[in-house]
């Protein structure tokens, strides 16, 4: 009978310890904080596989080397853009365009670099690289401009830009070049919090 008993409890504990295993998915309102899409945090840096259309693919790294204030720098190759975070999104401090800007609703739209104007596609997104999966992700459209460029990002939650797709169409002709970056890896600290 002692057994019996004994037996019960360990299935009923497994059964209870099941349950709280579930994975933990952060509060919405959290992830959808500008610094947690983007977390521009000194030291923060990310790697990505860039596909050209040549049949080896490039290493890009991203870094952002200091953070004073809300003003953030960032490092890609030899290039530096400061970036402003804000509440409402990140704006590029160089120019009035912004990289995304709340409401973080489905069609908003805002101005974005190059005379683009960057649209709120989605914010749902799952998506899988050599980084891992992501899901609950924010999809941005930029087009328009002087180039006539589309851009597509996707930020996650806690993560920052996973995917970035560019293309640009010729004016003179059908033909359009098309470069694909996907995150390989990050390095990625800290989280901000709502406070009450």
């Known amino acids: 009978m002692r057994s019996s008993i004994g037996a019960l409890f360990l299935v009923g504990s497994v059964v209870c310890g099941c349950g709280a295993s579930k994975p ?6 959290i992830a959808m904080l500008p610094i947690n ?24 790294v991203t870094r952002v080397e200091t953070v004073n204030g809300s003003i953030a ?19 590029v401090v160089s120019e009035e365009a912004w990289l ?19 649209r709120l596609v989605s914010t749902e997104v799952a998506i899988q690289t050599q980084a891992g999966s992501f899901t609950g ?8 401009g002087k180039l006539e460029l589309e851009v597509r990002t996707v930020y996650c939650p806690f993560v920052g830009p996973v995917a ?13 070049v098309s470069v694909h970056a996907r995150l390989r ?12």
């Open 24 to 29: 933990v998915v952060p509060d919405s309102a």
């Open 37 to 60: 899409l983007y977390p521009l945090r000194s030291g923060n840096a990310w790697s990505y596989d860039v596909n050209t259309g040549e049949p080896q693919s490039t290493l890009a």
């Open 73 to 91: 720098t960032v490092h890609t190759g030899r290039v530096s853009v400061k970036y402003e975070i804000r509440e409402d999104g990140i704006r």
């Open 100 to 118: 995304f800007r709340a409401p973080f609703e489905e069609g908003a739209s805002w101005p974005a670099r190059g005379g683009r104007t960057g």
């Open 137 to 144: 992700c924010l999809e941005v459209v930029e087009t328009g």
């Open 164 to 176: 970035v797709d560019s293309t640009m169409r010729s004016n003179l002709s059908d033909r359009s």
């Open 185 to 196: 890896g990050y390095d990625v600290s800290g989280g901000a919090s709502l406070t009450p």
